[in-house]
């Protein structure tokens, strides 16, 4: 029942192995165009080969056979989704989508580097990951590299602020 609530509810669920492929899905399900759905690989980690053990990862398929169920249900609609899009379809919108993130990034001068180089907002937190270097300092270019919890403060503030005008 919990499925179907949560199917009722959302006309799109996003798959992270699918993330491409999902933004175009979004991207059309919402009337979007390229440039709202450009993004950068962030949070990344290095890549490293932490695979988990075939033993644990049964266990840990039986503790979370709850989110399985969610997540196996989804990625099958997900799937059936796709289809009907088509194949052909998907390809040309993905090739479309990589030249508006090149164009990105290219015009960020962005380039990838170790997050223990960076600083301030541009540096994640957690060991071994990724992050970005921006050449220009565009607004734009910033706000598609900065952490998160920056991101949402700065995002908070100008809601607050707004709302204090309306006042």
């Given at each position: ?37 450009t993004s ?18 049964l266990l ?62 541009l540096q ?44």
């Open positions: 029942q919990k499925i179907k609530d949560v199917d009722d509810k959302f006309e799109l669920v996003m798959i992270l192995e699918r993330f491409e492929e999902s933004l175009i899905m979004m991207k059309n399900v919402l009337c979007w165009d390229y440039s709202e759905i950068l690989k962030l949070n990344a980690r290095k890549s490293e080969n932490n695979r988990l053990k075939e033993n644990t990862r840990l398929k039986e503790l979370l056979k709850s989110d399985y169920k969610l997540y196996n249900h989804f990625l099958e609609l997900f799937h059936h989704k796709l289809e009907v899009f088509g194949k052909e379809k998907m390809e040309e919108e993905l090739t479309k989508l990589s030249i508006a993130n090149n164009e990105i990034s290219s015009q960020c001068s962005i380039s990838l580097t170790e997050n223990k180089k960076l600083r301030g907002d994640w937190w957690g060991p071994g990951l990724m992050g970005y270097i921006v050449d220009i300092e565009k607004e734009e270019c910033k706000l598609m590299v900065i952490e998160e919890i920056s991101y949402v403060e700065r995002v908070r503030k100008i809601q607050i602020k707004r709302n204090n005008n309306k006042m």
